[in-house]
């Protein structure tokens, strides 16, 4: 078997856990052979899936009280795996992670099973004890997954004081709510006027629902007979159902006709819940959400969604303004939305297509499907000769639009790199020539791994974003589509990175290629020193964006390039790692070729003087951030001048500088 899947619930029961894997089966089954581990009774249908039956119980964790039953359902488990063989076992939930680890520290799983746990708590969420458990577990690992680039720097941060933690993969996967969300006809208008606001989730405590009422009360006030309310609510524990109805009349009281309530209600059922919803607060309890799926269900349905400084939730909104800690919080947002109806338009179109960009049933999938890739067809998914689970290596990310001829160029340049532990993650922004080919063809050509996503054209802030995202080594090298480079960049440079280990960012100098020309390389005698160059930046920068290597993490913890912009979102990027106390460091070797021709969009003279007026104004505005000397300020003014000369006079100035 390929695949084996074991889980904490039976697939048929409701929640995180049993969706996300319904959703990732429906994939990997056409190209794996699979199979679930599960408690309760298999379905009716198995559809090309393997179902194995161990026990009447629909859940794991009740079966843990009773030592005879459990004992049982392990050896059951255990014989189930030694027959099948399972090259990859993926775990979704905590009792099935340690349950497996158990079964490898007592040797019955296959050598060269690679063990796969996809991590839906928030690590700052766990106490000491739950924890130390985790560390002994962990420590049987290959494969630890997150739905949040939070959760994965709070777990990776923590397991570096252990030797098998910097030893262990880690990837993101964010997880999604499913096509039956992303799915169907647009959003039914509101006819009668009136705000509709929204609340789903379990009735537990940490879910905090009197927030809910809160928010409730004081928006009937603020806006009397203008709003009305829908509840969704899970009750799994029979004393929940009467709590969850005596809020219901709570709320019945507070709005009359203008509330709804349900309870346990089925996805299709949650599906319409969101239709002519304007407004979803998740009010979840700071640090107890890894993710916070409903936000995702809500966007997904064109709605705009709020939430608590709960965890993983901020970074699914994606914006400052839809997080709250009070209800007056709230309030004031959902006021400010409903009397400025262009705004919650707008508000409802980002948090659909932010679903469609990160969290969409497509993404997840490709995630999926690459992970099992790289275990199960390690020479065609291109993994690098780096020891397995060792990201350690470089991953080349290049976005392109049409690169034709001079992209071919540095796609050789790439190809004859003297280094193998590194990948490339080409980002096709929308292309309609033969760049698909081009890429395609060098895949079928190398040894290195080659990644290729494609977009409709989302602009080049995301397009470099993605590439990020679908890196998987911890340092990332941007490659621009028209700039070769040096046969032993990578080695030289990824080297560099290693020997200097306090610069977030390392770039070299370049040498200027005019036009169509092909790069002549030099032979490189002796590396020099990386130096210092973090304040030049507010100067004249320093940097050129096609030279650079960077870490990965500290690319995640200042943001990211800024998808907002539309130009200089290299620029911007150093302002923010230097005004965030992050190392910028300068190779002093030409391992980049910087070409330079009439086509480049900042080269016409519109263009130009636009650029010009907006890198000024950037280091102007970060200067004013810094804590620098009055006379930084004349540098920005001066650059500007250097900048109106022509464009002739500055290539003969800049080859008497090389």
Known sequence: MDILFVTDNNLNTVGGEQESVKIILGEVKKNYETGVLQPGEKPAEVDGVTYFELTPYEKLKPLIKKPLAFVSYLFKAARIIRQTKPKVIHTQAQASFFLVALMKYAQILPGKTTFIHTERGLHSKYGRPLKGIFYVFLRKLDVLVTTTDRNKELWENDLKKFRYGRKLEYRVIENTAGNLFEGGEEQTPNTDGKLHVGFAGRYVDW?????????????????????????????????????????????????????????????????????????????????????????????????????????????????????????????????????????????????????????????????????????????????????????????????????????????????????????????????????????????????????????????????????????????????????????????????????????????????????????SWPVLQRIPEVTDVTRRVFIKN?????????????????????????????????????????LIGLLPLPLTAKRAHANQAFENKHNRLQFLKNTTGLQLSYLRKADLPAYYYAFPAAKFAYGLLPRALRIQLRKLTE
């Not at 995702?296 to 705009?304: C, F, L, R, S």
């Not at 620029?571 to 106390?581: I, K, M, P, S």
Request: charged share 30%; net charge negative.
């Open 542 to 582: 320093p940097v050129i964006h096609s030279s650079v290597m960077m870490k990965k993490k500290d690319l995640d913890r200042v943001g990211r390039y800024d998808e907002s912009r539309t130009s200089q979102f290299d620029t911007e990027l150093w302002l923010r790692f230097a005004t965030n106390g992050y």
């Open 207 to 519: 879910k905090n629902w009197p927030l809910a009422l809160e928010i409730s009360r004081l928006l009937s006030e603020k806006l009397p007979g203008e709003i009305k309310v829908s509840m969704a609510v899970g009750c799994f524990e029979p004393h929940t159902y009467e709590e969850a109805e005596n809020m219901f009349a709570e709320m019945k009281a507070l709005l009359g006709d203008d509330f709804h309530g349900r309870i346990n209600s089925t996805l299709e059922e949650m599906s319409r819940f969101y239709e002519d919803m304007d407004v979803y607060i998740l009010t979840s309890m700071p640090d107890t959400e890894s993710f916070g799926r409903t936000l995702v269900e809500a966007m997904a349905k064109n709605t705009v969604a709020l939430t608590t400084n709960s965890g993983g939730s901020e970074e699914v909104v994606g914006e400052k303004a839809n997080i709250g800690r009070t209800a007056h919080d709230f309030v004031e947002r959902i006021t400010g939305l409903h009397h400025n109806r262009d705004e919650l338009e707008k508000e409802k179109n980002r948090s659909r297509e932010r679903v469609f960009q990160k969290y969409s049933t497509a993404n997840n999938l490709d995630k999926h499907q690459a992970m099992y890739k790289s275990r199960l067809e390690p020479k065609e998914s291109g993994q690098t000769t780096s020891r397995k689970g060792d990201h350690v290596g470089v991953s080349l990310v290049c976005t392109v639009k049409n690169g034709g001829e001079l992209f071919q160029q540095t796609l050789d340049s790439i190809k004859n790199q003297t280094a193998d532990n590194f990948e490339l993650v080409v980002v096709d922004d929308g292309s309609t020539d033969d760049t698909n080919e081009r890429v395609q063809l060098l895949a079928e050509d190398v040894e290195f791994g080659v990644t290729l996503v494609t977009t409709n054209g989302v602009g080049r802030g995301r397009a470099l974003n993605l590439g990020v995202e679908h890196a998987q080594h911890d340092y990332i090298m941007i490659i621009d589509d028209d700039d070769p480079i040096h046969p032993k960049k990578v080695d030289v440079q990824f080297q560099a990175a290693l020997n200097h280990p306090e610069f977030s960012v390392i770039c070299t100098n370049t040498f200027l290629l005019l036009n169509n020309a092909k790069p």
